[in-house]
Nanobody
C-alpha cells in the first residue's frame, strides 16, 4: 500500500512557474514508477509525465515537453514536477500516481495503482 500526498499547487500568471511535490509513504516507494496526471472538468484524465523507479527513464506528453520536468528522490520518498512557462491551458487538478508497472506500460495505459488526492493549478492569462 502506498499513500500519496501532493502539495505546491496554486494560482500563477501565464509564463510563471510552479513546483509540485508528492510525498509517498511506504518502504517500497523506490520500486514504483511515478507519474503526474491532470484533469479538467468534462475532460478525460491526461498523463503529463512519468519517471521510472530508478529515475533513469522519463516520459512527457507533447503538451508539456520542454516546459515540465519530473524528478524523484527515493531516499526521501518524493517525486516532483517542475512546471515552467505555464500556460492557461495547463490549468487543472494535478494528481500524483504510483504504478507497479513499467514506465512504458503506464504511458500506454494511462493507469496507475495508487493516487493522491490532487492539487489545483490555475494559470491566469
Amino acid at each position: 500500500q502506498v499513500q500519496l500526498v501532493e502539495s505546491g499547487g496554486g494560482l500563477v500568471q501565464a509564463g510563471g512557474s510552479l513546483r509540485l511535490s508528492c510525498a509517498a509513504s511506504g518502504r517500497t516507494f523506490s520500486t514504483y514508477a511515478m507519474g503526474w496526471f491532470r484533469q479538467t472538468p468534462g475532460k478525460e484524465r491526461e498523463l503529463v509525465a512519468v519517471i521510472s523507479w530508478r529515475g533513469g527513464t522519463t516520459y512527457y506528453s507533447d503538451s508539456v515537453k520542454g516546459r515540465f520536468t519530473i524528478s524523484r528522490d527515493n531516499a526521501k520518498n518524493t517525486v516532483n514536477l517542475q512546471m515552467n512557462s505555464l500556460k492557461p491551458e495547463d490549468t487543472a487538478v494535478y494528481y500524483c500516481a504510483a504504478s507497479k508497472s513499467s514506465t512504458r506500460e503506464v504511458v500506454s495505459s494511462s493507469r496507475a495503482d495508487y493516487w493522491g488526492q490532487g492539487t489545483q493549478v490555475t494559470v491566469s492569462s
